[in-house]
């Protein structure tokens, strides 16, 4: 399934989305939303990025389009990643990228980082897990663990779907909350 950058570099340049419902890449309408409001906030002025829970790197990829200067995708299922891998290659991107294939919820790949602190962290969770009563608390201390690696006034996006409440942390505090149709997009920033 074909996807395309939006804007910035590589515009209407596209991708290869994943087969099946494995992956859920943002639609187009929805990373255009995302994207301009993260310009708007000069989020896109250079700086590093974090693609937890990447897929094949969409919202990565439009990041590093837009004006990032480097993003660490943290994507443990192989196929995803092949296609990731082929993505930045076909974009010659992939000096400006780092591919971790590990669990995103051990903080281990937190030591893996070559650029710190970050500025930009995109976390998308399989809905279920990030819907499920067990799993929520690890999520939380991933998001803790994150935000120790980040720099003053970086922004966390978590991605949800619209039954999911926002995850509760302590470091990151409330979240501004932004719907999309079936879609929640909750912004944490590191004040």
């Known amino acids: 399934m ?3 950058i939006i804007a910035g570099e590589f ?3 596209l991708i290869r989305g994943p087969e099946g419902n494995d992956t859920r890449p943002m639609t187009d309408r929805v990373r255009t939303s995302l994207f301009d409001r993260l310009n708007s906030m000069g989020m896109l002025d250079g700086g590093y990025a974090i ?3 990447a897929g094949t790197g969409s919202a990565g990829l439009e990041a590093l389009s ?3 200067d480097h993003v660490t995708f943290i994507e443990r299922d192989r196929s995803a990643r092949k296609l990731l891998d082929e993505n930045l290659a076909d974009l010659g991107l992939t000096p400006r990228a780092t591919v971790l ?3 995103a919820l051990s903080p281990a790949w937190l030591n893996l980082l ?3 602190p970050v500025d930009l962290i995109f976390c998308d969770p399989p809905y279920p897990m990030s819907r499920a009563e067990e799993s929520r608390p690890s999520l939380v201390q991933m998001m803790d663990y994150v935000f120790d690696v980040s720099a003053p006034g970086a922004l966390l996006i978590l ?10 942390s302590q470091k990151w505090g409330e979240p501004q909350t932004f719907e999309h149709g079936s879609m929640m997009l909750y912004f944490y920033s590191k004040a």
């Open 114 to 116: 070559p650029h710190k």
């Open 159 to 168: 991605r949800t779907d619209e039954y999911t409440p926002p995850l509760e």
């Open 11 to 13: 515009r209407r340049r």
């Open 66 to 68: 837009r004006g990032i």
């Open 101 to 103: 294939a590990t669990n």
């Open 2 to 4: 074909p996807m395309r």
């Open 51 to 53: 693609d937890i829970f």
